[in-house]
């Protein structure tokens, strides 16, 4: 008897620190880190095809950048169009430092991140004098000006682009574009957990809080204390250096950089996945990005009509970009959360018919 007692005891206890564990926001974000690692094995042993992974790794750099953006967006307030030029800026940085200043990947990545956070906090300090939509003009027009330098300088082979045609070695793992699953896949899902993680910590901090406070009223903000100028510069410090990381593991992944790839097309579709997903919510902008970079290769190219015509996919993104402003302002996540709480009324509704037709009415 006192066996099965100190056995319910510790069942308990199990259950408890389980239920603690699971509970934490960490969890699934190290979970889905995992779920992604296991994907990639299984498919290297061919039981997935190829061209289902390799959508993968370019979809979540975009996540990266996209994480970035909504820091910057729907905790601080701040627009910006300027996200492309930032991510060609790490592309071809890395790749010129690798392969023309013959520097090792791992330092050309370090001096990207060091760029980053001089560049970002150039646009911070602007974001000081201007906001709104004359911001976003701003940023834009600071793309342009990186597009035409990508189009037409010698360090980044003008209209033909880069091409990385040897490989690169990055932190121990060769990359190349003849490996059937490149492992450069694996670096990347252990940034985005990390910058995961580090997003968490930060929307959950006075940082976070202070960036809404500045959101809802810069007035206020300053009444109670809050730096402008301090919150600001570190919204596009964060921005900047997701967005440039974000460039950077691209290159590493395709080896290719090309400068119509990052045009004002791309700052619009990370502006859309998270205006999509939902901009105060991680998960939410992993569907949102999920669904404006990789619904068209993964479900949409299956599709005759979208086979016949390659851009209707754009179309498609536009209807749903109107849809969810005008019924889901709060993106798609708060679709499934109104989903799963409808479930969980009609299960409620469904047990108490299913307990009065057993017990009888409580009288």
Same mark, same amino acid.
């Given at each position: 008897?006192? #066996? ?48 289902? +992974? ?17 820091? #910057?967006?729907? !905790? ?27 520097? *090792?990947?791992?330092? *050309?990545?370090?001096?990207? #991140? ?27 027009g600071?793309?342009? $000006? +990186? ?45 985005? /957990? $990390? ?48 967005? /440039? ?12 950089? !090309?400068?119509?790839?990052?045009g004002?097309?791309?700052s619009?579709n ?12 991680? @998960? ?5 990005t ?8 993964? /479900? ?22 109107? /849809?969810?402003?005008?019924? !889901? ?16 009324? @009609? ?8 307990k009065?037709?057993?017990y009888?009415?409580?009288?």
């Amino acid at each position: 008897m006192k #066996l099965t007692y100190e056995k319910k005891t510790q069942k308990h206890a199990f259950m408890s620190r389980f239920n603690t564990y699971t509970k934490h926001p960490y969890f699934p974000i190290i979970l889905l880190g995992g779920l992604l690692v296991l994907l990639q094995v299984i498919g290297s042993t061919g039981l997935i095809r190829p061209s289902v +992974l390799n959508f993968l790794s370019p979809v979540l750099t975009r996540y990266i950048v996209a994480l970035g953006f909504m820091i #910057l967006l729907g !905790y601080a307030g701040l627009a910006s169009l300027g996200t492309a030029g930032f991510m060609g800026l790490g592309a071809y940085l890395i790749g010129y430092l690798f392969q023309t200043a013959g520097i *090792a990947s791992e330092i *050309a990545f370090i001096i990207g #991140l060091i760029l980053s956070l001089i560049l970002g906090a150039i646009v911070g300090f602007i974001s000081l004098r201007i906001e709104g939509m004359y911001l976003a003009i701003v940023t834009l027009g600071l793309s342009e $000006i +990186l597009k035409k330098f990508f189009e037409n300088s010698p360090f980044t082979g003008g209209a033909n682009g880069m091409n990385l045609q040897a490989g690169m070695d990055f932190f121990g793992i060769f990359s190349s574009n003849t490996l059937i699953y490149n492992p450069v896949y694996y670096v990347i899902v252990i940034f985005m /957990v $990390i910058l995961m993680l580090w997003t968490i910590n930060i929307i959950k901090s006075p940082t976070g809080r202070a960036f809404l406070s500045i959101k809802n009223s810069t007035s206020a903000a300053q009444a109670m204390g809050i730096s402008l100028l301090k919150y600001r510069l570190s919204a596009f410090l964060l921005a900047t250096l997701f967005a /440039v990381t974000g460039g950077m593991l691209n290159m590493v992944r395709s080896l290719t950089a !090309y400068p119509t790839s990052w045009g004002i097309d791309l700052s619009l579709n990370v502006l859309a996945a998270v205006v999509i997903g939902g901009t105060k919510n991680i @998960w939410g902008v992993l569907v949102g990005t999920f669904i404006i970079f990789g619904l068209k290769d993964l /479900v949409l190219v299956r599709f005759a009509f979208f086979q016949t015509y390659k851009n209707a996919h754009l179309m498609f993104s536009g209807a749903l970009i109107i /849809v969810v402003v005008m019924f !889901y302002p709060g993106g798609v996540i708060k679709l499934f959360t109104d989903i799963k709480n409808l479930a969980v009324k @009609w299960f409620n509704q469904l047990n108490t018919r299913w307990k009065e037709y057993r017990y009888g009415k409580d009288i």
